[in-house]
């Protein structure tokens, strides 16, 4: 099975500074990867993915990810946040399932807080 | 608007009660999944149903259960055997169960024990 981690619980950033939030993944087969942002009592928004191609992915609202294969990382940056952006990060990988498939295994989540 | 619908937004359940979580797409999607979230833990596989008519254990699926008898609608009933249900229930769904498929969320139900 595959595991995602995401080594930073929280991450507190002035606004307008830079953020990298950290992924990192368990496979030594092909991945596809995700981050999704998730605002206070609601639900998932897809950021971005990785399926293949270009190591560098670029998503909603400023935010891009850079997959790096020799480092099992797929991390997370916007280069001026907005105190907007304050919620959780979540990163995932996309695997097959038994009976066919597949499942989304997520990272332990990243708490984003941007302080004026 | 296309999308995902759950309700209710909380619910609350009493010792040894069932209760039953709606989740409804109009996406058209033939996928759909149940997550479970706790803080901390980030989010865990329930069920997953890949088309009408069939769905899949997925990690965490004792003391639940699902049915899938239309596309649009996946209901996931904790039973009175799951023994810690306090947690933010999360429906999804996606075209296809493919790998690089694009998971899109619901709202969320909380759901808390009495």
């Known amino acids: 099975a595959q595991s995602v981690t995401q080594l930073d619980s929280q991450v507190p950033v002035f606004e307008e500074a830079p953020v990298e939030l950290r992924c990192n993944y368990s496979?030594?087969?092909?991945?596809?990867l995700f981050w999704y942002v998730q605002y206070p009592n609601q639900g998932l928004q897809l950021l971005l993915k990785?399926?293949?191609?270009?190591?560098l992915v670029k998503g909603i609202n400023g935010f891009e990810a850079e997959f790096n294969k020799s480092q099992t990382s797929f991390h997370l940056r916007k280069p001026s946040v907005h105190i907007s952006d304050t919620a959780e990060y979540f990163c995932?990988?996309?695997?097959?399932?038994?009976?066919?498939?597949?499942?989304?295994?997520f990272g332990t989540g990243t708490q984003l807080k941007v302080e004026l | 608007d296309g999308g995902i619908t759950q309700s209710p937004k909380y619910l609350f359940r009493k010792e040894g009660q069932n209760v039953t979580l709606s989740c409804e797409q109009n996406?058209?999607?033939?996928?759909m999944y149940w997550y479970r979230q706790d803080p901390g833990q980030g989010l865990r596989l329930i069920y997953y149903?890949?088309?009408?008519?069939?769905?899949q254990k997925g990690d965490i699926a004792e003391g639940y259960s699902v049915s899938r008898e239309k596309k649009e609608s996946f209901p996931l009933t904790v039973t009175s055997a799951q023994k810690n249900p306090t947690a933010f229930y999360l429906c999804?769904?996606?075209?296809?169960?493919?790998?690089?498929?694009?998971?899109?969320f619901g709202p969320g139900t909380r759901l808390l024990v009495l």
């Open positions: 149903s890949q088309i009408v008519n069939d769905f």
């Open positions: 496979s030594s087969v092909s991945v596809y």
């Open positions: 990785y399926l293949s191609g270009s190591t």
């Open positions: 999804a769904s996606s075209m296809r169960s493919g790998r690089g498929e694009t998971q899109y």
């Open positions: 996406l058209n999607h033939d996928a």
């Open positions: 995932a990988v996309s695997e097959r399932v038994t009976g066919g498939g597949n499942k989304l295994t």
